[in-house]
């Protein structure tokens, strides 16, 4: 499946699942533009990825950091093809397994402001480039929880519900330019994140949530993207895409 000739930003990209994504997005053809608030990180996966990528600092939750990048993608590049809004805050078990009534503002609002903020201003940005070209693919990475509802982890599924809805407004508000927005809901991804993050009694009870009985892996998940972003789903849009071992069934 060929991605020649487009230019892909994927943010947070530098470990895990974003550099999978990152990875196969590039296997597959595109110029390719990874985002970290390391710069060390950024060398890496430059390193590791090996094709057409160039590496960005952002921290997509502050608005000066973004406007610096903003700038050096416009020296750099006449367009941008596709957004794959990927950054968020790190999972923090202090939080997740926190009830409603016990999470404060601050909690809330940290979440907030690198998933569902850092998002939607990146997002704002990008559009004004794909509206020039009359043409573009922006994909949220969501999970789950956000469609469902869950025991744990409000503050996460909250600002992953609002990403929903920001792909809806996309898709319906420039549909017409032939920009196209995709939502990518995860279940449960074995990432390294979540290799150190859960005990072995959790990563097992994990794994049989789902009706496959097996953890996600992170190359499922950017092969479909890939497939997402490539001209194969040219009238597709708005949708919801659920990658989770049939878990969630809608």
Excluded at 24 to 29: F, M, P, Q, T
Excluded at 117 to 129: A, D, R
Excluded at 132 to 144: D, L, P, Q
Excluded at 145 to 169: D, F, Q, R
């Amino acid at each position: 499946m060929s991605l020649d000739g487009k230019i892909v930003i994927v943010t947070g990209s530098t470990r895990g699942l974003g550099l999978e994504i990152a990875r196969e997005i590039a296997r597959n053809g595109a110029t390719l533009i990874i985002t970290s608030r390391n710069k060390s990180k950024l060398k890496e996966a430059c390193k590791l990825i090996d094709r057409d990528c160039y590496g960005f600092q952002l921290d997509v939750s502050k608005r000066g950091s973004l406007t610096a990048f903003i700038k050096n993608i416009l020296k750099e590049f006449k367009a941008v093809d596709v957004l794959i809004n990927n950054a968020g805050f790190p999972f923090e078990r202090k939080i997740w397994f926190k009830k409603i009534h016990d999470i404060s503002q601050k909690e809330l609002m940290n979440i907030l402001q690198v998933d569902l903020i850092g998002s939607f201003l990146m997002t704002k940005e990008i559009l004004k480039l794909m509206i020039k070209k009359r043409n573009g693919v922006i994909i949220n990475i969501t999970s789950t929880p956000a469609i469902s509802g869950h025991i744990c982890g409000s503050p996460y599924s909250i600002a992953k519900a609002g990403l929903i809805s920001l792909t809806k407004h996309i898709a319906s508000e420039y549909g017409q330019s032939n920009i196209r927005s995709y939502s990518v809901a995860l279940g449960n991804i074995y990432t390294d994140s979540m290799r150190v993050s859960l005990s072995k009694t959790e990563i097992v009870k994990a794994k049989n949530e789902n009706i496959m009985k097996r953890w996600g892996r992170p190359e499922e998940v950017a092969k479909t993207i890939v497939c997402l972003v490539s001209d194969n789903f040219s009238f597709s849009t708005g949708n919801t895409i659920i990658i989770d071992g049939g878990k969630v069934i809608i």
